[in-house]
């Protein structure tokens, strides 16, 4: 925007007069109206002639649309959308059947992680297809409203005590089928109340539209290649180290694998996990219409990530599945603020034009969210580090009736310190929403005012 | 002259487009509402607490009715802590497949070299026909070393199961000169965190065989028409089934068997 641009209300140089405004009429009159249609002769009445019963208009009628440009960008992300989410439903029947073939004669942590995959697979892609659908076709989305946090904070603990109470009285796990949705909830409410409670500081700022398919990518999209790139560089690391890098069974006096594993848990699994788990946020980033929501749409991409491993994790505890929740409780914080800060940082790089800093701003939420993740999960190995620290760290600690130890200290010590940041950056988002900014380029383009991206219309 | 009311070449004000054609005026794009989803916060509400709920309830009751172990029979053939030698077990004292009473139990260790999973602490002293066993299976003592218990039940040198237990609750049922597992399940009732050891139990009575873990029942059958009949010259016995590359370990505490 110029100072000048009396559109703009700036004020003009001196030494022009002030601009007028563009006169309502022409000066010249005009031509006046065609005719609709000529006019026609009479019946010569002494020949058979019936007389000429006048022409059309002398031009076509032009019609009286102009189609606003077609979309291509809503276009293709539909289309890859559309694609992706069919071949979701595929793979959760994929899935559903093994698991139905499987039934008689499967474990706790299968029917957990196969089921609860299955059932996002089918019943969130349907759901992801309908939004793709109705975005292809132009339809809004509604903001998205979730309950206040306080309600998913109580339903965590309720089931958490519920699991505790189970351990504690000794009394048996259900057969698998029965369990697993108690176990299934302990990995789900956690994180959702994570994200119910950043979105109400944020004050809701996007749409259903995109939280879902946000956090349909970072449940299969992200995981699926942080999966497979962890998977190859694990290969790559134990070929070039000549070490079993990827098991936890380390033999402290092996410096290779020590070394392998240490980069392994804190290099590698960040790099590939902060780097893939905000892609589906990515991919709508310039449609964003600000840090608030490119914040919150990473944080579902990372909610949705989170809930998947966690899953996996808490069934690997078997009898145990309550252990493994109640330690993995701050898990959603790690992935959910991480993937957040992760596309807060491309979106101050790629779309932060005005933003002071952005460069800046933009790479420390990235570094942020890598270094996080690896600070995370080096610190579990600090229990192979013989002495005092090692000692510390594998005391036992009962955590009303569970047995834990020292880590599981240093792990809410750890959440504790990632919660303090998401409510600064919340906090900070927050200020900044409610102050003017500048609007990006892209928002400014398609329209000819100057205005936000609206929040109505197709583009949401 | 008279003026039209309506100037044909004139700009209709707010129009997007000033220098278009008159007939070419492009619609006011057409505005959704966006509904508010007042209702929303209340459906998800009202389903996590149904699902919360019935989860609950669905893990206890289940749970609840879950079968007990069996009880044990009424004649107790040995009974033995494990803590040290009493004379009952005969130790084998091969490099790749070594059974020792160390570490307050039997411990048994196996690396990759051995070819076979092999029995290396045998309960020489007495001999089974009908049987229930219980022990305590307890981690490895060494950090570098994976559990992976082998418990055996033998009919004769060549006959038997061998049941083979992993740090995950899996358990794997092998006969000899088989390669695939005749048998295989996880014991949703096993202690991960195995600190506080878990308790395996193997009933068997004729071709039928109960196997319970942790005082839950988690399997009777016929081992999938594999089990065995002892006939009173069986042997039980215990051991570390060999890994694919490293050591494995297994140690054993509070063995009890008994007899009907």
Redesign the interface.
């Known amino acids: 925007m110029s100072p000048t641009d009396p559109q703009q209300g700036g004020a003009m140089p001196p030494g022009y007069p002030p601009a007028s405004a563009?006169?309502?009429?022409?000066p010249n009159?005009?031509y006046?109206?065609p005719p609709a249609v000529a006019p026609g002769y009479p019946a010569y009445p002494n020949y058979g002639y019936q007389g000429y019963p006048g022409a059309p208009g002398y031009y076509l009628?032009?019609p009286?649309?102009?189609r606003?440009p077609r979309d291509n960008y809503r276009l293709v992300v539909g289309i890859i959308c559309t694609v992706s989410l069919g071949l979701t439903l595929l793979g959760g029947a994929l899935f559903a059947v093994i698991l139905g073939v499987e039934s008689s004669?499967?474990?706790?942590?299968?029917v957990a992680v196969l089921g609860y995959i299955a059932l996002t697979a089918m019943a969130g892609g349907g759901v992801g297809l309908y939004f793709t659908i109705r975005a292809l076709m132009g339809?809004?989305s509604?903001?998205?409203?979730?309950?206040?946090f306080i309600?998913?904070l109580l339903?965590t603990v309720?089931?958490l005590a519920?699991?505790i109470v189970?351990y504690d009285a000794?009394?048996?796990?259900?057969?698998?089928w029965?369990?697993s949705?108690?176990l299934?909830?302990t990995g789900i409410?956690p994180a959702?109340t994570i994200f119910t409670f950043a979105a109400q500081r944020l004050g809701f700022p996007t749409t259903?539209r995109r939280v879902w398919l946000s956090f349909l990518s970072g449940t299969f999209l992200a995981a699926l290649i942080a999966i497979i790139l962890e998977v190859i560089a694990g290969f790559a690391l134990s070929f070039l180290l000549r070490a079993?890098t990827g098991s936890l069974?380390?033999?402290?006096s092996?410096a290779s694998q020590v070394i392998g594993l240490l980069i392994t848990v804190s290099v590698i699994a960040p790099l590939a996990e902060e780097g893939f788990k905000p892609i589906g946020p990515f991919i709508i980033l310039w449609r964003l219409s600000g840090p608030a929501e490119a914040f919150l749409v990473g944080m579902a991409a990372g909610t949705g990530f989170a809930i998947f491993e966690t899953i996996g994790y808490i069934g690997?505890?078997?009898?145990?599945w309550v252990?493994?929740a109640v330690l993995r409780i701050g898990a959603g914080l790690l992935h959910s603020v991480g993937a957040g800060m992760a596309t807060l940082g491309w979106y101050y790089l790629l779309r932060g034009k005005g933003v002071a800093q952005r460069y800046a701003k933009g790479l420390g939420c990235l570094a942020y969210a890598v270094v996080q993740h690896g600070i995370f999960n080096g610190s579990t190995l600090l229990q192979l580090v013989p002495g005092p620290l090692q000692d510390l760290l594998s005391a036992p600690v009962w955590f009303f009736g569970l047995?834990m130890d020292g880590s599981f200290v240093l792990a809410l010590v750890l959440y504790a310190g990632i919660a303090t940041v998401l409510v600064m950056v919340t906090n900070a988002l927050r200020k900044g929403a409610s102050t003017p900014t500048p609007v990006p380029v892209a928002d400014v383009a398609p329209t000819?005012a100057a205005q936000p991206t609206p929040?109505?219309?197709g583009l949401r | 002259m008279q003026q039209p009311d309506v100037q044909p070449f004139a700009p209709q004000p707010q129009q997007p487009y000033p220098y278009a054609f008159p007939m070419m005026v492009a619609p006011p794009a057409k505005q959704y509402p966006v509904p508010e989803g007042r209702r929303v916060p209340t459906i998800w509400t009202m389903t996590l607490i149904v699902l919360a709920v019935g989860a609950a309830l669905a893990a206890i009751f289940g749970g609840l009715l879950r079968p007990v172990a069996p009880a044990p029979f009424g004649t107790k053939v040995y009974a033995n802590s494990l803590a040290q030698d009493d004379g009952a077990w005969q130790l084998a004292n091969d490099p790749a497949n070594m059974c020792v009473f160390a570490n307050g139990s039997l411990d048994a260790t196996a690396d990759e070299t051995a070819t076979t999973t092999s029995p290396s602490c045998t309960l020489s002293a007495h001999t089974v026909t009908d049987f229930d066993m219980s022990v305590r299976l307890l981690p490895p003592a060494a950090s570098n070393t994976v559990f992976l218990a082998a418990i055996f039940v033998r009919a004769s040198e060549t006959d038997g199961v061998a049941f083979i237990i992993s740090d995950t609750g899996l358990i794997d049922v092998y006969v000899p000169n088989q390669r695939p597992p005749v048998l295989s399940f996880t014991a949703d009732q096993w202690h991960a965190n195995m600190s506080a050891g878990n308790v395996f139990v193997i009933q068997a009575q004729g071709s039928t065989y109960t196997l319970a873990m942790n005082g839950v029942e988690v399997y009777q059958g016929d081992l999938n028409g594999y089990a065995v009949n002892a006939a009173g010259s069986g042997s039980i016995a215990l051991g570390a089934a060999p890994p694919v590359s490293g050591s494995t370990e297994a140690r054993f505490t509070d063995f009890t068997l008994t007899a009907p």
């Not at chain 1, 004669?105 to 299968?110: A, G, K, V, Y």
């Not at chain 1, 690997?316 to 145990?320: H, L, N, R, T």
């Open positions: 563009y006169p309502q009429a022409a009159p005009g006046g109206a009628p032009f009286n649309v102009v606003a004669n499967t474990s706790l942590s299968i339809r809004p509604a903001t998205v409203r979730l309950p206040n309600i998913p339903l309720a089931v519920v699991g189970q000794g009394i048996p796990q259900a057969t698998p029965l369990e949705p108690l299934v909830l409410l959702v259903w079993d069974n380390v033999d402290a092996n690997s505890g078997v009898g145990d252990v493994i047995p000819p929040a109505i219309g």
